[in-house]
């Protein structure tokens, strides 16, 4: 167990002499519902540091003084979105993805959307949405995974939901390939998005030029 002597907090350093106000922290393998029961992880001292209350909340992102940060994973279909995003999130994140939706509500391949489903899943989608846009519930950071291949609505989502954008670097080419192992709706819609990507970011470089 990494403690330090007299009371030490492992992250701040500070000295604690009210013992009770130290906290077992589990690093570098975090406690989740997923390890609980599995003692070489909640129960090895090697992963386990005491650390102060307050270091505690921040590394769990319990301070309800922490901003909500929004992010807008952005990019061509298979080009790597939702393998970002479930590197980097973390327990407490919030998740707005239209795919996910359709496959929890219709229990469908991402690719199936049933018409007659929409009028279900858009409104969950809206509601999440709005939620982002308002910073309502005790989430700690948001994602939101969408195409937005248009410069000009990417940038005017962005702006409504106060979101910095992340681009997920690929190319045409890389995206066509991965869609080879796909059903063949795939390379249709990556094509579209990045016909669509391409033209407006040509737009954008005229209208720089001219001013």
Known sequence: MKVQAGGR?????EIIEDYSKLIAHHSPTALT???????????????????????????HRRDWGHAKHVYII??????????????????????????????????????????????????????????????????CDAYYLAGLPDRYERERVATELGAELIYC????????????????????YVAKWWDIYERTKEQATWQQLET
């Open 9 to 13: 907090c492992c992250k701040c350093g």
């Open 33 to 59: 519902e997923d390890n609980v029961d599995d003692a070489l992880i909640s129960l090895n001292p090697a992963n386990i540091e005491i650390v102060c209350s307050r270091c505690h909340n921040v590394e």
């Open 74 to 139: 952005y990019g061509s279909p298979l080009s790597g979105k939702t393998t970002y995003v479930r590197q980097v999130t973390k327990q407490g994140d919030l998740i707005l993805d239209i795919d996910s939706l359709w496959e929890a509500v219709t229990f469908q391949p991402a690719h199936v959307k049933p018409n007659r489903c929409k009028y279900n899943v858009f409104p969950l989608r809206d509601l999440l949405y709005d939620n982002i846009k308002t910073r309502y519930g005790q989430w």
């Open 169 to 188: 670097e690929s190319t045409r080419e890389e995206c066509l390939k991965r869609a080879e192992s796909r059903p063949p709706e795939y390379a249709e």
